[in-house]
């Protein structure tokens, strides 16, 4: 069974650098047929695609936050590792990390999400 | 980047209805456009993948249609549990834009 689940910080203040967690079981990192894009929400808006790692490692971002985003993983503990420079407060959002199909770009599988919110 | 436009933004209607969403992107996009549905709370779920393949285990009632720049989600036969937002979403190759959601409601 493939899951993925979220972790971080619940609560972080303006400026400061959000580091959130995605732990993937079922299937590896390595496999070329997969990869993990992170996908942030915030409250009754649209889903807004942030960045995505493939297994040989290349990195995309979103061009607006390309700047304040970094992306990685560790193949060996499974988990893919999203950072996010300078927060402000309208970056409160459910964050979802999800399972992407590399034939179709499709999100297969998704993570329950976790809240961040920004304040002070 | 491409963009993704859906219309409506939001929709009414009966059960039994037959209801079509449509998604538009700023350029042709051959058809890598995938679908997902998001009930209140809960995280989107893979719907429709490369414009009209039904992924497993969602009902027959959903499909899509479409190529290049324009995309149809169709779900006959409208069921309350379909009552969420859908959300088109551009693939193959990133930024992995999503259009900004129809909200269905019954």
């Known amino acids: 069974q493939v899951t993925l689940k979220e972790s971080g910080p619940v609560l972080v203040k303006p400026t400061e650098t959000l580091t959130l967690t995605c732990t993937v079981s079922g299937f590896s990192l390595s496999n070329e047929r997969m990869s993990v894009s992170w996908i942030r929400q915030p409250p009754g808006k649209a889903l807004e695609w942030l960045a995505h790692?493939?297994?040989?490692?290349?990195?995309s971002y979103s061009t607006s936050l390309q700047s304040r985003l970094s992306i990685s993983k560790d193949t060996s503990k499974s988990q893919v590792v999203l950072t996010m420079t300078n927060m402000n407060p309208v970056d409160t959002a459910t964050y979802y990390c999800?399972?992407?199909?590399?034939?179709?770009?499709?999100?297969?599988?998704w993570g329950p999400g976790t809240t961040v919110t920004v304040s002070s | 980047d491409i963009q993704m436009t859906q219309s409506p933004s939001s929709l009414s209607a009966s059960v039994g209805d037959r209801v079509t969403i449509t998604c538009r992107a700023s350029?042709?996009?051959?058809?890598?456009l995938n679908w997902y549905q998001q009930k209140p709370g809960k995280a989107p779920k893979l719907l429709i993948y490369a414009a009209s393949s039904l992924e497993s285990g969602v009902p027959s009632r959903f499909s899509g249609s479409g190529s290049a720049t324009d995309f149809t989600l169709t779900i006959n036969n409208l069921q309350p549990e379909d009552v969420a937002t859908y959300y088109c979403q551009r693939g193959y190759i990133t930024p992995l834009t999503f259009g900004g959601g129809t909200k269905v409601e019954i």
């Open positions: 350029q042709s996009i051959s058809r890598y």
């Open positions: 790692i493939f297994s040989n490692d290349e990195k």
């Open positions: 999800a399972r992407v199909r590399i034939v179709s770009y499709a999100m297969d599988v």
